[in-house]
């Protein structure tokens, strides 16, 4: 429409007002029959080369927001990549600190309530100090597991066994552990 418009204008003296680019002494409808359609044409042309210009850096604009998209998602990916590396990491080792403590308290307190169990003729002070070291085996075994499974934010993969569920063997086991 504009296009039309725009071949009006230009090509006649009488409705663009002096500004016309043919001087037609025959009339505007001689001009308008001899020149409209090419003038018409390659305005056209022109209004359509605007519009495939715009649509051209529309779609360049577009393609650079897809890549920067895509880089902030790489981005993201590879950061939160490197974030569950850390928490498979930080678990593994808090599972294998928990294996040692739990195995090496675990021990202390056995070997406390297997050398009360076998001595039961020991002087009261030895008992004591069995006793003590037993409770201290069990409650630090307690401690440790709290400990360890903060490290994880709470997220513990399958509830670990504690020495509670263990019962002590005092009399009646067949062999000292």
């Known amino acids: ?12 003296w009488r409705y663009g007002q002096g500004v016309g680019w043919y001087n037609s002494h025959y009339g505007d409808f001689s001009t308008f029959e001899n020149f409209g359609w090419p003038v018409f044409g390659l305005l056209l042309m022109i209004a359509a080369a605007c519009a495939a210009a715009g649509l ?6 577009e393609q650079r927001g897809l890549f920067q998209d895509r880089n902030l998602a790489r981005a993201s990916l590879l950061e939160t990549e490197v974030d569950l590396i ?40 030895v008992r004591k100090a069995l006793e003590n ?14 400990v360890i499974e903060g490290v994880g934010d709470g997220e ?22």
């Open 86 to 125: 850390i928490e498979q990491e930080r678990t593994s080792i808090s599972r294998d600190l928990h294996d040692v403590l739990a195995h090496s308290l675990a021990v202390i307190a056995a070997q406390a309530d297997g050398a009360m169990y076998l001595g039961e003729d020991q002087p009261a002070p």
């Open 56 to 61: 051209l850096l529309s779609l360049f604009e």
């Open 1 to 12: 429409m504009s296009a039309a418009i725009m071949a009006v204008l230009m090509l006649s």
């Open 156 to 177: 513990v993969a399958a509830p670990q066994p504690r020495l509670s569920n263990v019962r002590p063997c005092w009399k009646g086991c067949s062999k000292a552990v």
């Open 133 to 146: 070291i037993s409770r201290s085996a069990r409650s630090a075994l307690v401690d440790a597991q709290r």
